[in-house]
Nanobody, 117 residues
Framework: QVQLVESGGGSVQAGGSLRLSCAASGLLFVTNRMSWFRQAPGKERELVAGINNGGMTNYADSVKGRFTISRDNAKQTVSLQMNSLKPEDTGVYYC???????????WGQGTQVTVSS
């Protein structure tokens, strides 16, 4: 059974930092592209950042230069370092795993990030 367990969410003032982590189990981590998505109230879920099994990354324009995604294949974890947080970064952040071999998509339960002005 695949499990993605997020941690590290919370409340912070604008300009602050948070680090999200996602621990994966039940899947072959190295064949998965790992991503972070977020969903703000009343909005659709959007991609924040992704990293493939070779370490190549991509980011939403709104977070470039402020957020950094990284992965540790040995520990089967993916992290999102979020700096210079803005109120518009508020939302539920979800960890996602996309398996290249099976085309399966997996989601974590989400963790709340709230940035106050």
């Amino acid at each position: 059974q695949v499990q993605l367990v997020e941690s590290g969410g919370g409340s912070v003032q604008a300009g602050g930092s948070l680090r999200l982590s996602c621990a994966a189990s039940g899947l072959l981590f190295v064949t998965n592209r790992m991503s972070w998505f977020r969903q703000a109230p009343g909005k659709e879920r959007e991609l924040v950042a992704g990293i493939n099994n070779g370490g190549m990354t991509n980011y939403a324009d709104s977070v470039k230069g402020r957020f950094t995604i990284s992965r540790d294949n040995a520990k089967q974890t993916v992290s999102l370092q979020m700096n210079s947080l803005k109120p518009e970064d508020t939302g539920v952040y979800y960890c996602n795993a996309y398996d290249y071999l099976t085309n399966n998509d997996y989601w974590g339960q989400g963790t709340q990030v709230t940035v106050s002005s």
